[in-house]
């Protein structure tokens, strides 16, 4: 196994294992395939022969032991047949019946030749036995006792002959039987040995090839272990001799190429760590400096914002009091369009009520007109209950001169009296009433003339008012865009002055960290100046 790299030996070893694994698996396969091959011969034809041939010999004996019986109940009846022989007689036919079924069925159990032989001489004892059956239930249907008792004695010699034979298949297929038990278990002992030997073998083979493996492995491993501690003692001279073809050959090589590369890297190292220190002194000052010149430019641009935030604070207030302004301006606009459309709205309102008062004047003209109307009807009616008082007073005269006869007439002229009195009172009081009406409405009709008067005063000077709202609205709509202007130019001032005042802080911001960086830069290049001044010292110590 010399030869062998690492990889193939341990393939090697566990193909050696597989193939015992395998062989062990194919001879336990083919000895279970041997063991159910006979289990299932014991079942199907031993032990189902067996069954069979014991069945076979009960079947056959309760036969004959039914046909004595029935020769039996002949000869105590003596003539007739009784309810009890006939159902024997049914038995005994039953029974040769399953007979020839279990006789069939026996065939197919039959794997030997001496039990093929027993089966075809048993076959022919069963024909001659059925025989003598036939005839002798022949002879009992018929009534002929003479000839049943030599039947009979012929069909017993011929059932006990079937039943040697029955005994000697039972016990042939008895002994099938235990041949085959003790085969199986011939075959059960195989495979415990079968089962030993293999793990035997599979643990020499696992034990042999896992030393070789060991060996094979330890001795390389522990050549390079020492190297390495050589190695790790600052001794990089050190090189390996390589005598071995497997993979432990190429680790010996790349562990010399390794420590060749290694040695070459420290001396590069100790060369670059000599440059290292002296440019990081030099980087140094050079920081300190830079820090120096961003500490300034920090300090100037601290004091320039701290003067662009009072601008900015002057921009704002500035913006504030345009915008105020501005808004007063429009609202001052919008108070004066608003007025100017009341204006117009009572303008309106004043024609409207002028209009009015002249429709209620020529209403109240028509209401006097209608009071006279009123007043010339109240005439009328004075002077109708005047004649109908006249009229009542020639009745009641002319009631007085009838007598008796006139005196319902006299009450009639009463009467109407009474009534044209009323109505001469009622009518006065309807003339008192007109007559205030008309003077409460020449009273309403100056005063709407007076109010009309008032009212076309005031629409005229509600129009004068209106063109002075109108000249004062142009002048605060002409003022409204240059505050606007003003407005976005302090605005605009005020933004620029934001952005100069965040650029400025940003810019602080900005130095402030280019001050801390550099301090932290500082503080790095100290610490690389350490760690430089460390990787001299620790490559100095190795052996080049």
């Given at each position: 196994?010399k030869?062998?790299?690492?990889?193939?030996?341990?393939?090697?070893?566990?193909?050696l294992?597989?193939?015992?694994?395998?062989?062990?698996?194919?001879?336990?396969?083919?000895?279970?395939?041997?063991?159910?091959?006979?289990?299932?011969?014991?079942?199907?034809?031993?032990?189902?022969?067996?069954?069979?041939?014991?069945?076979l010999?009960?079947?056959?004996?309760?036969?004959?032991?039914?046909?004595?019986?029935?020769?039996?109940e002949?000869?105590?009846?003596?003539?007739?047949?009784?309810?009890?022989?006939?159902?024997?007689?049914?038995?005994?036919?039953?029974?040769?019946?399953?007979?020839?079924?279990?006789?069939?069925?026996?065939?197919a159990?039959?794997?030997?030749?001496?039990?093929?032989?027993q089966?075809?001489?048993?076959?022919?004892?069963?024909?001659?036995?059925?025989?003598?059956?036939?005839?002798?239930?022949?002879?009992?249907?018929?009534?002929?006792?003479?000839?049943?008792?030599?039947?009979?004695?012929?069909?017993?010699?011929?059932?006990?002959?079937?039943?040697?034979?029955?005994?000697?298949?039972?016990?042939?297929?008895?002994?099938?039987?235990?041949?085959?038990?003790?085969?199986?278990?011939?075959?059960?002992?195989?495979?415990?040995?079968?089962?030993?030997?293999?793990?035997?073998?599979?643990?020499?083979l696992?034990?042999?090839?896992?030393?070789?493996?060991?060996?094979?492995?330890?001795?390389?491993?522990?050549?390079?272990?020492?190297?390495?501690?050589?190695?790790?003692?600052?001794?990089?001279?050190?090189?390996?001799?390589?005598?071995?073809?497997?993979?432990?050959g190429?680790?010996l090589?790349?562990?010399?190429?390794?420590?060749?590369?290694?040695?070459?890297?420290?001396?590069?190292?100790?060369?670059?760590?000599?440059?290292?220190?002296?440019?990081?002194?030099?980087?140094?000052?050079?920081?300190?400096q830079?820090?120096?010149?961003?500490?300034?430019?920090?300090?100037?641009?601290?004091e320039?914002?701290?003067?662009?935030?009072?601008?900015?604070?002057?921009?704002?207030?500035?913006?504030?009091?345009?915008?105020?302004?501005?808004?007063?301006?429009?609202?001052?606009?919008?108070?004066?369009?608003?007025?100017?459309?009341?204006?117009?709205?009572?303008?309106?309102?004043?024609?409207?009520?002028?209009?009015?008062?002249?429709?209620?004047?020529?209403?109240?003209?028509?209401?006097?007109?209608?009071?006279?109307?009123?007043?010339?009807?109240?005439?009328?009616?004075?002077?109708?209950?005047?004649?109908?008082?006249?009229?009542?007073?020639?009745?009641?005269?002319?009631?007085?001169?009838?007598?008796?006869?006139?005196?319902?007439?006299?009450?009639?002229?009463?009467?109407?009296?009474?009534?044209?009195?009323?109505?001469?009172?009622?009518?006065?009081?309807?003339?008192?009433?007109v007559?205030?009406?008309?003077?409460?409405?020449?009273?309403?009709?100056m005063?709407?003339?007076?109010f009309?008067?008032?009212?076309?005063?005031?629409?005229?000077?509600?129009?004068?008012?209106?063109?002075?709202l109108?000249?004062?609205?142009?002048?605060?709509?002409?003022?409204?865009?240059?505050?606007?202007?003003?407005?976005?130019?302090?605005?605009?001032?005020?933004?620029?002055?934001?952005?100069?005042?965040?650029?400025?802080?940003?810019?602080?911001?900005?130095?402030?960290q280019?001050?801390?960086?550099?301090?932290?830069?500082?503080?790095?290049?100290?610490?690389?100046?350490?760690?430089?001044?460390?990787l001299?010292?620790?490559?100095?110590r190795?052996?080049?």
């Amino acid at each position: 196994m010399k030869g062998l790299t690492i990889s193939q030996r341990i393939n090697l070893s566990f193909a050696l294992i597989v193939l015992i694994i395998v062989i062990s698996g194919a001879l336990f396969f083919q000895n279970g395939n041997d063991n159910e091959e006979n289990i299932t011969n014991i079942e199907k034809y031993d032990i189902a022969g067996s069954n069979l041939a014991r069945e076979l010999r009960i079947s056959i004996t309760d036969h004959w032991l039914h046909t004595i019986d029935v020769m039996h109940e002949r000869q105590v009846a003596a003539a007739a047949q009784s309810n009890a022989e006939q159902a024997k007689v049914q038995e005994i036919i039953r029974l040769e019946q399953h007979i020839k079924e279990l006789y069939t069925g026996y065939q197919a159990t039959i794997t030997l030749d001496e039990d093929q032989n027993q089966y075809r001489i048993l076959q022919q004892q069963l024909n001659d036995y059925f025989s003598a059956s036939q005839s002798f239930l022949k002879g009992i249907s018929s009534n002929q006792p003479a000839d049943l008792q030599s039947i009979l004695d012929g069909q017993q010699k011929v059932w006990i002959t079937s039943r040697a034979t029955l005994d000697q298949m039972v016990q042939l297929n008895t002994g099938n039987f235990q041949r085959a038990v003790l085969q199986l278990h011939k075959n059960i002992s195989q495979n415990k040995t079968t089962v030993i030997v293999c793990i035997l073998l599979s643990v020499l083979l696992a034990t042999a090839c896992g030393a070789l493996l060991r060996r094979s492995i330890l001795t390389p491993v522990n050549t390079i272990l020492a190297a390495m501690q050589k190695i790790g003692e600052g001794n990089l001279s050190i090189q390996l001799k390589q005598q071995h073809n497997d993979e432990f050959g190429l680790i010996l090589q790349g562990f010399n190429q390794m420590t060749t590369s290694l040695r070459d890297l420290v001396y590069q190292t100790q060369s670059s760590a000599v440059q290292l220190v002296t440019a990081i002194t030099e980087i140094a000052a050079t920081s300190k400096q830079q820090q120096a010149t961003v500490t300034e430019t920090a300090a100037t641009t601290t004091e320039i914002g701290a003067t662009t935030k009072q601008i900015v604070s002057t921009s704002k207030e500035l913006v504030s009091t345009v915008s105020e302004v501005t808004d007063t301006a429009e609202y001052t606009a919008s108070l004066a369009e608003a007025s100017q459309s009341s204006v117009k709205g009572m303008d309106e309102v004043m024609r409207h009520l002028s209009a009015a008062a002249e429709l209620v004047s020529n209403k109240l003209a028509l209401l006097s007109e209608r009071a006279s109307g009123i007043n010339q009807v109240t005439i009328t009616i004075v002077k109708v209950a005047d004649q109908t008082n006249l009229l009542s007073l020639n009745a009641a005269i002319e009631a007085e001169k009838a007598g008796e006869y006139g005196k319902g007439f006299a009450v009639v002229a009463n009467e109407i009296r009474r009534l044209a009195d009323q109505t001469a009172i009622a009518t006065f009081d309807i003339e008192q009433m007109v007559r205030e009406i008309q003077s409460a409405v020449a009273a309403g009709v100056m005063g709407i003339d007076k109010f009309a008067e008032e009212v076309r005063r005031g629409s005229a000077d509600m129009i004068q008012v209106s063109e002075q709202l109108s000249q004062i609205i142009e002048h605060v709509q002409d003022l409204a865009p240059r505050i606007q202007l003003v407005n976005e130019g302090m605005q605009t001032q005020a933004i620029n002055a934001e952005q100069i005042d965040q650029a400025l802080s940003q810019l602080s911001d900005a130095s402030s960290q280019t001050v801390q960086s550099l301090v932290q830069t500082s503080s790095a290049i100290d610490n690389m100046n350490e760690v430089a001044n460390g990787l001299r010292l620790g490559v100095n110590r190795f052996q080049v």
